[in-house]
């Protein structure tokens, strides 16, 4: 879907457990989104990182979420002891480097993650 | 908090007709405004996007802007069944760094 890679597609995970959610950019972007998709909800932003760099984390849950995006390899959302509440998909965007705020950000597939 | 309303639908249009979605947003700074279709259990794909005031049109699609009204609407010429899914509004402000904020979505449906 348009070039931005997540996976897995679906995780199940039971409540104490840890989530990890990986997402690889569309080619020669370097700006990353974390939304988080609740069951008959809207998407709620999370995260925004660049390259070794969290930019904006006023959506993150305060405790057991964290988000990274090192300097090779993939954007992870790491989700420690996971409860119910988690329940959700989880979708990344990239957009372009250095193109200005209005460039659009582009989806990629999510991944659909269940907590037992 | 800044907010994007959209009213939930589902909105139901026959096929061949204009399905019309709307949105309002209370950020006055906004700067660029998206549109997205998303089927059921499938990512967001963009749809249309503007940055302006009046219309841009793609296609069957015309996005239109006014913001002196905080008003984004999305029309569907010649709707067809292929078309009915949930349309987000999505919309980015000009200080933030670029975090978009979604409305609920409108269902439409277009049926034969």
């Known amino acids: 879907n348009a070039g931005v890679m997540q996976n897995p597609r679906h995780l199940v995970r039971r409540r104490g457990q840890e989530a990890r959610l990986r997402c690889s950019p569309m080619k020669g972007h370097s700006h990353v989104y974390w939304y988080r998709q609740l069951p008959e909800e809207g998407l709620k932003f999370m995260v925004y990182?660049?390259?070794?760099?969290?930019?904006?984390e006023s959506g993150m849950p305060k405790e057991r979420f964290s988000a990274e995006f090192p300097k090779e390899g993939p954007s992870i959302l790491r989700i420690q002891q996971v409860v119910r509440g988690d329940s959700a998909a989880y979708f990344c965007a990239s957009s372009p480097q250095g193109m200005g705020s209005n460039q659009p950000q582009h989806f990629g597939d999510g991944t659909r993650l269940s907590i037992l | 908090q800044k907010e994007v309303e959209q009213n939930s639908g589902p909105l139901s249009v026959p096929e061949g007709a204009i399905a019309s979605l709307n949105c309002t947003y209370s950020?006055?700074?906004?700067?660029?405004f998206f549109w997205y279709r998303q089927y059921s259990g499938k990512s967001p794909e963009l749809i249309m996007f503007?940055?302006?005031?009046g219309d841009k049109e793609d296609g069957r699609f015309t996005a239109q802007l006014n913001k002196a009204s905080q008003y984004v609407s999305l029309l569907i010429r010649d709707s067809q069944p292929s078309d009915s899914a949930t349309y987000l509004c999505?919309?980015?402000?000009?200080?933030?760094?670029?975090?978009?904020?979604f409305g609920q979505g409108t269902i439409l449906t277009v049926h034969p």
């Open positions: 990182l660049q390259k070794e760099n969290i930019i904006d």
């Open positions: 999505a919309v980015k402000d000009g200080t933030s760094y670029g975090k978009l904020t």
């Open positions: 950020d006055r700074g906004s700067q660029s």
């Open positions: 503007i940055y302006s005031n």
